[in-house]
Each structure stands twice: as C-alpha cells, then as structure tokens.
C-alpha cells in the first residue's frame, strides 16, 4: 500500500497551527516561508540485506518501500532530503528526491554517536530548511535522538522489524512546542515487529 500522505501532513499542521491553513492557500513568498512551520518527516532505511554487515544494500523489498516513499510523499512538496551515509538509507531517499529534483545532503555519524548526529541534523534543519518540508532518513536507533533533538517527545528505538513507521514532526515558526504524529506507509510490518530489546544502530 502506497497511499499519499500530504492531507495527513496538512491535518499535522494545521491542528498544531490552525492559521497555517490560510498561509498555505498564499502563494509562496520569503514572508510566507518565515511564517510557515517547519514540517520534518522521518523515517527508517527499508528493509536491508543481510551482508555486507557493514554497510548493506536494500533488499527487493526494501527497494519496493523506497518506490512506496516517493509515491506516499508526492504531493508532500518536499523541499529537502537529509540522510545518513550508508548504502540503506541513501537508496531509500533516492526515489523521492530524484521525483523532487533534490540532492540528498548526507549528515554522517562520526565518534560522538545518535547525540551528535541528532544535534547535526536538528542543526541543519534549523539553519538551513526553516519554514519547509524536509525528509530525513535514518536509523532504528537515529530517529528518536533525532525527534528529541528538535523538541520533539522522548521515546524508544525502533525493532529491527519495523520499516513501514512515519513520524511528522512539526515545528511551529513561534517556538512553541513541537508536535509529533505518527504513521505508516508501504507494506505493513509483521506482527509483533514492535517487540525487540534495544541494540544499537540497525
């Protein structure tokens, strides 16, 4: 299943700003984006191969998700693409930005782990993409420090299983506080896929 979810991400922002629905029928001016809410959409890499261990591929049905994203977010206008170096996510984002016209800019994680990389991406969300739709692709263990890192709720790694998960975060242009919703797109996970015990990046 590959429904499109820009009215979700309409209905997101519209009850967190309930005048954004006015601003958004405006066409869009440099006002008109500094008064927008920032809307960031974050998911897991698809389903991944089992080797190279270091740094795999996506497996044909991950490949099947990644088409899935790119037609869920389509009419999305996404003005952005942000995702991790390794082989998964990458191949995740590429359908949706090449749709968009986008290059994808590659936040890498480096010694300072999920903290520092989350810090990264909030950082360039913050500076770079206020006031647009940005996609962010990461991992099991990336997704929540980077929620958190934008003000978002504190909440629990994702399982090895789950791939189908969507979080819109938006973030109101006035400060106040960020709110979360929480989707799925693509073919549904297995049962049971939410049950696991945390074990570092996957």
Sequence with gaps: ?????????????????????????????K??????????????????????????????????????????????????VLSTPYARTRATAAPLAARAGLTPEIVPIGAGGAPEHAAAVAAAIRGKH??????????????????????????????????????VLVLPNDGGAARLVRSTYGAADPPGADACAASGMR
């Design 130 to 167: 206020r006031g647009h739709t940005v996609l962010v692709v990461e991992h099991s263990n990336t997704i929540p420090a980077v929620i958190r890192a934008l003000g978002g709720p504190a909440m629990k790694d994702l399982c090895d299983a789950q791939y189908a998960s969507l979080f």
């Design 1 to 29: 299943m590959s429904r499109r979810l820009a009215p979700l991400l309409a209905l997101a922002v519209t009850v967190v700003i309930p005048s954004y629905a006015g601003i958004a029928a405006q066409p869009v001016t």
């Design 31 to 80: 006002d008109a984006t500094a008064a927008a809410p920032t809307v960031v959409v974050l998911v897991r890499h698809a389903e991944k191969a089992a080797e190279p261990a270091t740094d795999p591929a996506l497996t044909p049905a991950g490949e099947a998700r990644a088409q899935a994203l790119a037609a869920a977010l389509a009419d999305a206008h996404v003005d952005a």
